[in-house]
């Protein structure tokens, strides 16, 4: 077990590694001057070659790559060419509210989906689950910045009821949890309802009918544990991309996150912060895949015995 | 004869095909929804002028609800909504539509190589793919038209870069699946080569799952484009595209919330028509799969 998560850690490296090359390369090689997004427009020539020169930006590009990785990997993550701040700290300090939003939203789309998927199995072709998944369908065609526009519509300006911007308090969580939830959630609704649909045709279900069990101990005991495993790598897998996805619900509920720290760095071309946000999603997502391959093992013992090998 | 023979049978799978996709409803409204859209697109000229009524401003008639003159109102620059919707309609399809030729074009032959070789090529091509599919797709879209400015050629770019890993992956599982077979080692044994074996045999029969892929990647697509546009690095205004209309009415929804719904339900109705497609061709080219 130790061995496995040792070995998934190294191939986390190359991986990591890659994406830093793509952002930078994208960040570096393609048009527009950070020295003129630093200093305006009205700035000398010569001001802005002294800039890029004091940035190190006249370097070649391999040069300019090694140098920034070499920081890195040392810890220091450059500065902001905007506030001249350290990416680290500014990174950092935004990393609460954006894991705070992920773990709501994960809240939200577990406690909904998980439930609503599990009965439109159960009850399959009842008014729930044909409600189940139209909702759904209609959450997964649906953009998420339109269903935050709409909620701040309906709960901010009409009914008055939560606050449509900022983070003031544990009701500014609400709208955009569920705003970041709703895509993923009808994924999981359905991935639930289809599992249990598979499940509950299994033979060891009919067994556990013949032999007399209750219906409640049939879909909580014998079917759900086996349909729940799969479910996991979603849920794990989408905890990733809910970090991608709060760029864009963050810039609708104007909430200090990373997202809004990314969209508003690659609008000025801060590549510093660009990247140190994107490494650390990055990060993220891979030690929350190799979190969610450990719990696997867990969950499924039969696994252990492949693993150990 | 042969050839004949040939076409009937290709005919028949065709119809068995059609037969079971008629028999889904969801998929039927899906596909008439979508044929609307696309009708509206195609037709939009005829139903109003681009410069007149989707560009020009008319600030004596700003911020009409909808009306007999306007059915769908008038935005806060006195432009009539309902041109804008069916020309946006072109940008999102147009765009859409694009985006999955190309990714799915680069994208097949980047799976069909490493699904058909294997072994080290491979393994180098799929790690490849790896990195880029480990970014989230909006944030690397983002990242590509930051960089490269906005605008629908960089945008397409950026929406083709960042689709081209899922349909390589799901062309190469295709590809796996059918390689085995034993009408590829006949091809083989008649010494036919690689570059045919892919085209001819082994991409027609593993074809299924990558039209699914296109229907669902083109609604998506056409998720991205909006929310990309709406956060300004997308289309610009004044072009009318349905995610920067949404931007621009932002400001007003509190008074005239028709100017926000009316955009998204155009966005909600064309992404909703493509995914039901799609779910009815994955259960009509598979039966089996179906639940």
Redesign the interface.
């Known amino acids: 077990m130790f061995k496995f998560g040792i070995k998934r850690l190294l191939i986390m490296i190359p991986v990591v590694i890659g994406i830093s090359f793509i952002i930078f390369s994208i960040m570096s090689l393609t048009p527009g001057d950070p020295a003129e997004m630093a200093l305006g427009p009205s700035a000398s020539p010569e001001d802005k070659f002294d800039w890029r020169e004091r940035q190190g930006l006249n370097d070649p590009f391999f040069t300019r790559y090694l140098k920034y990785m070499s920081n890195t990997v040392r810890g220091d993550f450059g500065r902001s060419y905007r506030t001249e701040r350290a990416v680290f700290g500014e990174v950092c300090e935004r990393i609460p509210t954006t894991l705070t939003l992920a773990f709501c939203a994960t809240f939200v789309m577990v406690s909904i989906g998980i439930p609503i998927g599990i009965l439109s199995a159960v009850k399959q072709y009842s008014a729930i689950d044909v409600i189940g998944t139209f909702g759904a369908l209609l959450l997964t065609s649906m953009p998420a910045f339109w269903l935050g526009l709409m909620l701040i519509l309906l709960f901010s300006l009409r009914l008055d009821l939560l606050p449509a911007t900022g983070t003031d308090g544990w009701q500014n969580y609400i709208l955009p949890s569920i705003t970041l939830a709703s895509a993923v959630m009808a994924s999981l609704l359905r991935m639930t309802r289809s599992n249990m649909l598979e499940v509950i045709r299994q033979d060891y279900i009919r067994t556990a009918k013949a032999k007399g069990a209750t219906p409640k101990s049939i879909v909580f005991k014998h079917a759900l544990r086996n349909a729940l495993l799969p479910l996991v790598t979603i849920v794990g897998i989408n905890f990733g991309g809910m970090l991608g996805g709060a760029l864009i619900t963050e810039t609708v509920f104007a909430i200090p996150g990373i997202g809004s720290l990314l969209v508003n760095s690659v609008r000025q071309k801060d590549t510093p912060v660009v990247m140190g946000c994107v490494l650390f999603i990055a990060i993220m997502i891979g030690m929350i895949n190799l979190l969610i391959d450990m719990l696997y093992v867990y969950i499924d013992p039969r696994l252990k015995t492949q693993l150990i090998r | 004869m042969d050839a004949k023979r040939s076409q009937y049978k290709k005919r028949s799978q065709l119809k068995a095909i059609w037969f079971r996709f008629r028999k889904n409803k969801l998929a039927m409204v899906g596909l008439v929804v979508f044929s609307l859209m696309i009708l509206a697109a195609i037709c939009a000229p005829l139903l109003a002028s681009y410069d007149q009524d989707a560009l020009m401003q008319d600030l004596n008639n700003r911020l009409q609800s909808p009306n007999r003159q306007h059915i769908f109102g008038t935005d806060q620059y006195g432009r009539d909504l309902f041109a804008r919707i069916i020309f946006g309609a072109r940008i999102s399809l147009f765009v859409g539509m694009v985006t999955v030729l190309f990714s799915g074009v680069f994208g097949s032959i980047i799976g069909a190589v490493a699904g058909f070789y294997g072994g080290k090529i491979d393994n180098l091509l799929m790690?490849?793919m790896?990195?880029?599919l480990?970014?989230?797709?909006?944030?690397m879209a983002?990242?590509?038209v930051?960089?490269?400015?906005g605008g629908m050629v960089n945008l397409l770019l950026a929406l083709c870069i960042s689709s081209i890993p899922r349909f390589s992956r799901v062309v190469r599982s295709a590809i796996l699946s059918v390689k085995g077979q034993e009408y590829i080692e006949a091809a083989r044994a008649c010494a036919t080569k690689d570059a045919r074996i892919i085209a001819k045999h082994i991409l027609p029969n593993a074809i299924g799952p990558i039209i699914v892929q296109s229907t669902l990647n083109m609604?998506t697509t056409v998720?991205t484009i909006?929310?990309l546009s709406?956060?300004?690095?997308g289309i610009r205004p004044p072009t009318p595209e349905w995610?920067s209309m949404?931007s621009e009415a932002?400001e007003q929804?509190?008074y005239y919330?028709y100017l926000?719904?009316i955009p998204?339900t155009a966005?909600?109705l064309s992404?909703?028509g493509l995914?039901?497609i799609g779910d009815g061709l994955r259960d009509a080219l598979d039966p089996r799969l179906k639940?």
Request: proline share 5%.
């Open positions: 790690r490849l790896d990195v880029f480990a970014i989230p797709q909006t944030l983002i990242a590509i930051a960089a490269l400015g609604a998720l909006a929310s709406f956060i300004g690095l995610g949404l932002k929804m509190r919330p926000i719904i998204g966005i909600v992404v909703m995914n039901l639940n």
